[in-house]
Every structure is written in structure tokens, then in C-alpha cells.
């Protein structure tokens, strides 16, 4: 299975880091797409690559809470410059959140407008934060319809309506993780209405962290608690839920790379 969003290289697994991935390895996760942050983690993320360069593999990108507006334009100058000279699977994360702040809303479009012009250019999927703001993320897209943009909608946890209106784009998947075990979060009724062609799996460790185990850090391990809740919805076997979630994140990041 493919963990297509994991924050491993973050100061939670300092101690750990490589037993981390060993014990992910153990229940058959053994790829890992890290999106970004900022700038500032960039080294972290390059070394855990060049220590598993056939399993870790890295996207770049701001997130929009890094959004400052003092900073973000020379952060986005260095996701233009990484992405001339590494051959990163997506750009990303960025979107627009509107649950932590909107103080910065001006910045966090013009930002995420950048990153999809960037992801256009270099011919690569978007990793989408849309924490509190798809009405925000859908003008942005509609605006943009010029752009050939495709990619991920991260830890997608939004309404029947929100999905129909992703769907309409035909470009995009839906990145399920922790949130789809809770018992409040209203999910069930939308994986069910979801094709296994259009999911792929993800923890976002260290947060987000699959019931039963909320409230400990998360690690990609845990991607098959969130493959067995979606073959419960879904009524079928994990087996499908790995094998196709695994095409699907193939096709999404790997197919787009080599195709640069």
C-alpha cells in the first residue's frame, strides 16, 4: 500500500524514524509520499528521501497556516526553484484553511493560485488542504479553469454536495485517512457513494490518527486500519481496497513523473 500523505519527517519521529518505516513495511506499506510544509523542512525531507530513495518520495509546496505575509512570496520563489531541480511527485500541500485562521485568507489564495499555476507548468498533481474553506477552493478552481489541474483532495471529509462538485471536475481523487473511523464524522454515506477508482489511502501522520487509537501519534502503519473501515463501507475485501488504491496513487503521482 501506498501511504500518499505522511508527515514522517517531522520532529515526532526523530527517535524512531527508521523503525517507523519498518513497522509500516510489516503490514504492507511501503511507499510514502511526504507533501510539504515550507521551506524550513526541506532538508529533513531531502534526507529521509536520499536514506530510502525507492520508498519516500517528496512533494513541494506551502501550506497555507505558513502563510505570512512578509513570507510567502520568497517561500513560493523556493517551491518554484525545488521543483526545476528535483523530480518531486506533486506540489503540495497547499489550499486554503479556513479552521485555524482567516486573517490571512488574501494571502492563502493568491498562494494557492500560484502553487496551481506551478503544478500546471511542471505537468504535476496538487495535494489539496481544504480544512473550512471549499467554497474558497472551488472559486479559486472555477476561476481557473485554464488549468490543466489534477490531484488530490487531502483528508477529504466534506459533504454529498462537496464530493458531486469535486466529481464534476474529473481530475480529481479523494485522499481517505483517519477521519472515516471516527464515529461522528458522517463519512460512511459518502464512501459509500465513491468509486474505488477515484480513493486513495493516506494517515497524515503524526495527526488524524484512526480510532481505536485517537489521541496517540499517528504513523503510516496505520493505513490499513483506514483500508479495513473502507472495505467495511465499501462490503468488500481489503485486498481490493489495497490493490486499487494502489493503482490509483500510481497513476496519480508515479505515471505524471515519469512523464515530465
Given at each position: 500500500m501506498i501511504d500518499t500523505h505522511t508527515h514522517l519527517y517531522l520532529e515526532e519521529f526523530d527517535t524512531d524514524f527508521d523503525e517507523t518505516i519498518a513497522k509500516a513495511e510489516l503490514v504492507d506499506v511501503d511507499t510514502f509520499v511526504f507533501p510539504a510544509i515550507e521551506k524550513s523542512m526541506f532538508e529533513k525531507m531531502m534526507s529521509a528521501h536520499l536514506r530510502y530513495p525507492q520508498k519516500i518520495f517528496l512533494s513541494t509546496g506551502l501550506h497555507p497556516t505558513s502563510i505570512q505575509e512578509k513570507t510567502y512570496k520568497q517561500e513560493l520563489d523556493f517551491v518554484q526553484k525545488t521543483v526545476e531541480n528535483f523530480p518531486f511527485v506533486a506540489i503540495g500541500e497547499t489550499g486554503i484553511d479556513c479552521y485555524w485562521t482567516t486573517e490571512n485568507i488574501?494571502?492563502?489564495r493568491l498562494?494557492?493560485?500560484?502553487?496551481?499555476e506551478i503544478a500546471?507548468?511542471?505537468?504535476?498533481?496538487?495535494?489539496?488542504?481544504a480544512r473550512n474553506s471549499f467554497d474558497e477552493i472551488f472559486a479559486i478552481l472555477d476561476k481557473r479553469s485554464d488549468l490543466k489541474t489534477r490531484g488530490i483532495f487531502h483528508a477529504f471529509s466534506g459533504t454529498l454536495a462537496d464530493y458531486e462538485k469535486i466529481k464534476s471536475y474529473k481530475s480529481f481523487l479523494f485522499g481517505l485517512g483517519g477521519i472515516i473511523t471516527f464515529k461522528n464524522s458522517g463519512m460512511e454515506s459518502v464512501v459509500k457513494k465513491m468509486s474505488m477508482d477515484e480513493i486513495v489511502l493516506e494517515t497524515d501522520s503524526p495527526y488524524l490518527t484512526p480510532a481505536p487509537f485517537r489521541g496517540k501519534r499517528n504513523e503510516s502503519a496505520n493505513l490499513v486500519l483506514i483500508a479495513k473501515k473502507i472495505a467495511e463501507i465499501k462490503n468488500i475485501n481489503i485486498e481490493t481496497v489495497s490493490e486499487q488504491t494502489t493503482l490509483n496513487a500510481k497513476k496519480m503521482f508515479f505515471d505524471s513523473a515519469n512523464s515530465q
Open positions: 488574501v494571502w492563502q498562494a494557492f493560485e500560484r502553487q496551481l500546471d507548468e511542471y505537468n504535476l498533481p496538487v495535494i489539496i488542504h
